[in-house]
């Protein structure tokens, strides 16, 4: 059977306009990781588009040649695991809870999350807070105050009680428990969403830096952000004479993009991953019928 | 979804207003000085090193520079405690967003006893919480400031510092002379072809401008840079030419200008002064000779410009001159640039006098119930304001990183050691590799000391700005914390108006003739009502003292 001529006509069609899409969203990146190796000249007189001009590797070896840099590095990552697995589990338990009509009080518990979505103690009295906790200098003032983020938690919420609630009856016919059905049947069933919380807390927390710029008064204790971003502010500011050095120069022209590229490359290499859960979660309802 | 009672509400609101009160004490701490002597140096006077009679920590907000991040290890700290027998113990902070933390932790009461990197007036914002000491009352611990203010005849600049309640709360860094830094930087080869002469004055810059035109007609002899909103774009052109001018705009902006003849306030962007610059650059705008892009582009793009010898001027400092100015233009055969003395206009050979004050420490009220109070004071009147602390935190040790002397002009950096444009390849750098010249401690000084970092090009400049005579500061207008509320309302409207129709006229948007429409309109914005204030509180000032 051969294709008829309007369907090619259309795959054809087809295929310009996704490679265009791709092409389109492709192009900033490379224009970045080129950037990144290219010498201070070109890139301020605007030569660089897809390919290094002047290649120079004095950014990233600058970068990656310090300590503090991997030790800051080290930080954002096991502040980002720890918060995100604190952060999946007081999030699902919270969103499965508010999702049973039956429960008691639990207009008065959607009010208290949904409360802090518009006030908040306000930065000072936070920082009392946290110091007089004792948690400053530690992964704690990191990975708690924030730990669940009510967007998500609503979103969670939406979709546990789109599940039907006659597998949870059934569920409970054969014998499971509260904590039973939780882990035996709904989470199974939640792989999608909670892949997304996943990656909507991953990358919050891999780019955040206040909290850590905030609540950590030693070096070594801060997230790579932290670092990068004070990196972008000396090159950006001429305002010290010691800018003035050639390195700083090269530093100057070309640490957005080595920044970009670092920061971007963890959540680029774990998305696919992730992504094949994305995909299971648009068949689920698919299967169900 | 969400179902929030009545009740509820009121709650949080309880809840929320208590925590905010947790967060204000008032008590005044000023009482003797004799509990908080331990460690101190009996008769300390200028001229004397401090050494603290026991070992003693102070701790300090230490602002991390990118260029050179903080270390521990830095030879500095060794010898600042060898010669003081004072440990400094740090915070580090990002230098990229060091305010912001300043302000949390010592709004929050939790401040290191020293904070560094303060500008006037950024100190004010904390005088009302009660979190930082009026130094002014505690000057008498410090004989080498003392010294200083009244050798170099800085007391009229420091009355600017004064708070309505008759004290300052930060400690200043002391500058002997004014430092002229920023300048226009010309193509001078492009200059000798045609025969010109570096123009002197403003008025000869126009002329300059439009024979450059005239030998290439296709392009604007002057774009500019530093651009940064909020102000009018091409701020430190607007700031120069102000300063020549006898008012303030651009980055010398100021919206109270001391009128010496009428003995008043009056508004900056009123003055017929102000008319007159925004006349003048109207004028090179309309003939082609300034970019119109100057006011609005990055600085990127304006120095793509320079780079490409589609302009010929271009605003600059010592070190964007080297850096930027004189690389950009190293693919241009036979191109040179020199950063021209700063061109006069009707205020002559003057340069104003504000700028001989510097940022400086404040002293959190934690420091001041120390037993070592007396003794931090002495530490810090002898690392930031004597010569020989000064020297130690911008070159270090003699005979280790530097020879010889700033005063009499044998300073020589040592040849393995590099900074800035001295000793350009050697193998440590000064900042990174010792810790000192470090913004944190090394600013302010003598002009000999000031000297001592300038290549000779810069002495040259230098040579020819220091015979400009520095002019009076105006007296100060000390507002109470209220008025100062009122008055950051009217400042930020009228200057934001101020900008916009600056631009306007420049540009040619607006006609010039509607210049008494527009001084109307800063009327209607509440510029009468501020001068007022301001000149009451002059007033009140005057009669106090």
Redesign the interface.
Known sequence: MTPTRGYRVFQAANGVVLTLVVVVTLFPFVNILARSFSGE?AI???QVTLWPRGFNLTTPHRVMSDS?FWTNYRNTVVYTVVATAISIVLTTCYAYVLSKKHLKGR??L??IA??TMF?N?????N??LV?SLGLRNTLWAIVLPNAISVFNL?VMKAFFESLPPELEEAAAVDGLGTYGTLWRIVLPLSKAVIATMLLFYAVSFWNSWFAG??YM???EL?PVT??L???????TT?S???????T??QIAASIQAVTIVLTMLPVLLVYPFVQRFFVSGVLLGAVKG | MAHLSRRQLLAAAGAAAAVSMAGCSDDDGTGGLDDSRAGAMDGFKAGDQFKATEPLTFSIMMLSNQAYPFKENWPFWAELTKRTNVTLRATAVPGSDYNQKRSVVVSAGQAPMIIPKTYHPDEEAFIAGGAIVPVSDYVELMPHYQDKVRRWNLQGNLESYYQQDGKYYLLPGLHENVWQDYSLAMRTDVLTKLGLAVPATWDELTTTLRELRKAYPDRYPFSDRWSTPPSPGANNLLGILSDSYGTKAGWAWNPAYWDAAAGKFVFSGAMDQYRQIVQYLATLVSEKLLDPESFTQTDDSAKQKFANGKSFVISCNAQTLVSECRKDIAKIPGATVAKIPLPTGPMGATLPGESRLENGLMISKKARESKNFVAMMQFIDWLWYSDDGLLFSKWGIAGDTYTGDVDDGTFKLSPQVKWGGLNPGAPKELQVDYGYFNGVFAYGGSTAMLNSQFSDEEKQFQAVMNKRTPRPVGPPHPLSPDEREQVTLWEAALEDHVNQQTLRFILGQRPLSEWDAYVGELKTKGMDKYLDLANKAYQRFKDKK
């Open positions: 000249h301020r007189s605007g503090l207009g008065l959607v009010g949904v409360l006030f103690g306000g930065l000072i009295p920082y009392v110091s609503l710029f905030l008064d030693r070096q801060f932290v670092y971003r004070n990196l972008i502010a000396g090159a001429g010290d004479y010691s800018t003035a050095s050639d700083a120069l």
